[in-house]
């Protein structure tokens, strides 16, 4: 596709309910970030991937949060047993990241709201 | 880590004026600099950048400039139009790192 590619667009659990997040970036790109942005508030950092590696996972709030990247393309950011406080939009942005310490421009999908009851 | 200030939280600004929002960094390492716009619904856009081997950019009606000694950026936008109405947030990047950013500007323009 043409840009990031984010699903489910809205997700209702009931709380202690698993959920998966899934992103697809654009084609070639290297660098996948996951940020999560509460109502109002600007994107937080999660965790980020330089292809299947996950080079920083140091935003992650809890052991229930966990991202993967296995083949370097789709990621997955799993949260289990779901609490209230993790209603957000989960937000995904890639970038082609040629390397060296040249950052080059990250573009987001829609996000995806996951409210929890 | 890496730490965005952003000010102010709320600007509204008549349909013709400018506006200027204002971002402070901690980490001198930071080399990257975007700008992006969020409307409802959806997720940020990229409209600016600037790299920090360059002082000032500007793309139409907006502008960026970067003061790197007093570790501040800003975001100009001139002959503001009702369209331009949005969240506006500003990022921080270190080399092969990651993004962090300010806490947002919502901007508002009245016709």
């Known amino acids: 596709g043409a840009g990031v590619s984010q699903s489910p667009r809205y997700k209702v659990a009931k709380r202690g309910q698993d959920v998966a997040l899934r992103c697809d970036p654009i084609?070639?790109?290297?660098?996948l970030f996951w940020y999560q942005q509460a109502l109002g508030q600007g994107p937080e950092f999660l965790t980020y991937?330089?292809?299947?590696?996950?080079?920083?996972k140091s935003g992650l709030p809890s052991d229930r949060f966990f991202a993967e990247r296995p083949e370097g393309s789709v990621s997955t950011l799993k949260i289990q047993r779901t609490q209230q406080e993790d209603s957000a939009v989960y937000l995904c942005?890639?970038?082609?990241?040629?390397?060296?310490?040249?950052?080059?421009?990250?573009?987001f999908g829609q996000g995806t709201r996951l409210t929890v009851v | 880590g890496e730490n965005v200030e952003q000010h102010p939280s709320t600007l509204s600004v008549q349909e013709g004026d400018s506006a200027v929002i204002k971002c402070t960094y901690s980490?001198?390492?930071?080399?990257?600099f975007p700008w992006y716009k969020q409307e409802l619904g959806k997720g940020p856009q990229l409209i600016i950048d600037?790299?920090?081997?360059?002082g000032e950019k500007k793309d139409q009606r907006i502008a960026v400039t970067l003061n790197k000694t007093a570790k501040h950026f800003s975001l100009h936008i001139t002959e503001t139009q009702p369209e331009d109405s949005a969240v506006y947030f500003c990022a921080a990047t270190r080399p092969q790192d990651d993004m962090r950013f300010g806490a947002g500007t919502r901007l508002t323009v009245k016709p």
């Open positions: 084609s070639g790109h290297v660098s």
């Open positions: 980490d001198s390492a930071s080399n990257y």
């Open positions: 991937f330089q292809n299947e590696a996950q080079l920083d």
């Open positions: 600037i790299r920090s081997n360059v």
């Open positions: 942005a890639s970038s082609f990241r040629q390397g060296g310490d040249m950052n080059t421009e990250a573009f």
